[in-house]
């Protein structure tokens, strides 16, 4: 199965095989542990998350803020 994505497996580990493992470490995991993080306060506090956080303590920043 890896052949078929990566013709050149049997000469060595191939250069886009190297850039792959390098975004899904670099952008994707981290991404994700961002992400999953903000669900989980999200789903702690629903009635702040609903109202964008306006009436929660002005020392955090939560990265939502108002367009004027």
Do not use: C
Request: glycine share 6%.
């Amino acid at each position: 199965m890896t052949l078929l994505f990566f013709p050149d497996w049997t000469n060595g580990l191939p250069s886009d095989f190297l850039i792959l493992h390098f975004f899904v470490g670099a952008i994707i995991f981290p991404f994700n542990m961002i992400h999953a993080k903000a669900r989980k306060i999200d789903a702690q506090n629903p009635e702040e998350a609903a109202n964008g956080y306006q009436n929660s303590d002005k020392t955090t920043f939560f990265g939502y803020e108002e367009i004027s």
